[in-house]
Nanobody, 123 residues
Framework: QVQLVEDGGGLVQAGGSLRLSCAAS????????MGWYRQAPGKQRELVAR???????NYAVSVKGRFTISRDTATNTVYLQMSSLKPEDTAVYYC?????????????????WGQGTQVTVSS
């Protein structure tokens, strides 16, 4: 059983910073792409930042230069450092990972999501 556990959301004033973390655990064989998405009320879920399977990074245009994604491969943890936060960054942030895990006698690749963590930026 694979789990993604997020931490670090909260309430912050505009211009402030927050750091999110997401730790993957379970019978993990390997992790492909891993990163962060967000969903604001009434809007579709969108990519914020992620590591691709090749190890490169993708960022949404709206967060480039303000957010930084990093990871610790030894602990299967990905971080999102968010700075210069704006009210429009308010959303539920979800961790996502493509993971190959051992299930019974097989290796199975699935797409996993965390439970989400609320980030609220006040003006």
């Amino acid at each position: 059983q694979v789990q993604l556990v997020e931490d670090g959301g909260g309430l912050v004033q505009a211009g402030g910073s927050l750091r999110l973390s997401c730790a993957a655990s379970g019978s993990i064989v390997s992790i492909n792409a891993m990163g962060w998405y967000r969903q604001a009320p009434g809007k579709q879920r969108e990519l914020v930042a992620r590591f691709t399977s090749a190890g490169s990074t993708n960022y949404a245009v709206s967060v480039k230069g303000r957010f930084t994604i990093s990871r610790d491969t030894a602990t299967n943890t990905v971080y999102l450092q968010m700075s210069s936060l704006k009210p429009e960054d308010t959303a539920v942030y979800y961790c996502n990972a493509g993971i190959i895990a051992k299930e019974s006698m097989r290796f199975v690749q699935r797409d996993y999501w965390g439970q989400g963590t609320q980030v609220t930026v006040s003006s």
